[in-house]
């Protein structure tokens, strides 16, 4: 199966722990973007990444939130100190040229 | 930032109708669209992209494009009770990540 991996599906913390987010793109695509979903609600950007370089992360919050896409291994957002609004599907997608593929998404549970 | 808008529904329809789903977005020079379709507690899977004017068929599914107008669709022939899902309309934001509409859920009924 060459399709997007994220990894872990399903990720609970305690406030104030950290949460990591795996994303490996689809073979041959070096283009990754993170979205978040709210419960209920629509998909919102937050970060575009290629190998080793942040393109955009106009929609990530300042604070606590950090991406890599390192030259080897998954692209990695982070989330320092969650918080209970944090708690939403982060999704993964990957391109090669405009059509971006998701992977199945991380389902975050703050408790 | 663009900004695109879509009907939240829920659109129903009987099985076997055709389904209709609207998309406006804000700004002139976008080139490209795309449809995901969504089920509950899944990822968006792209179903059709469109570029140009005009309309693309991909067996039961056929998206509209009017640039003059902003606007396009997607509509569903034969609509089935497996269509029943939301759609997500999405248009690149001068750059590569998508702006996307907010979805509209499409609910076929037997």
């Known amino acids: 199966n060459a399709g997007v991996m994220q990894n872990p599906r399903h990720l609970v913390r305690r406030r104030g722990q950290e949460a990591r987010l795996r994303c490996s793109p689809m073979k041959g695509h070096s283009h990754v973007y993170w979205y978040r979903q709210l419960p209920e609600e629509g998909l919102k950007f937050m970060v575009y990444l290629q190998k080793e370089n942040i393109i955009d992360e106009s929609g990530m919050p300042k604070e606590r939130f950090s991406a890599e896409f390192p030259k080897e291994g998954p692209s990695i957002l982070r989330i320092q100190q969650v918080v209970r609004g944090d708690s939403a599907a982060y999704f993964c997608?990957?391109?090669?040229?405009?059509?971006?593929?998701f992977g199945p998404g991380t389902r975050l549970t703050v408790t | 930032q663009k900004e695109v808008e879509q009907n939240s529904g829920p659109l129903s329809v009987p099985e076997g109708a055709i389904a209709s789903l609207n998309c406006t977005y804000s700004d002139r020079v976008s080139q490209s669209f795309f449809w995901y379709r969504q089920y509950s507690g899944k990822s968006p899977e792209l179903i059709m992209s469109?570029?140009?004017?005009g309309d693309k068929e991909d067996g039961r599914f056929t998206a509209q494009l009017n640039k003059a107008s902003q606007y396009v669709s997607l509509l569903i022939r034969d609509s089935q009770p497996s269509d029943s899902a939301t759609y997500l309309c999405a248009v690149p934001n001068y750059g590569q990540n998508f702006v996307f509409g907010p979805g509209t859920r499409l609910s076929v009924l037997p």
């Open positions: 469109i570029y140009s004017n």
């Open positions: 997608a990957s391109s090669e040229t405009e059509e971006q593929y």
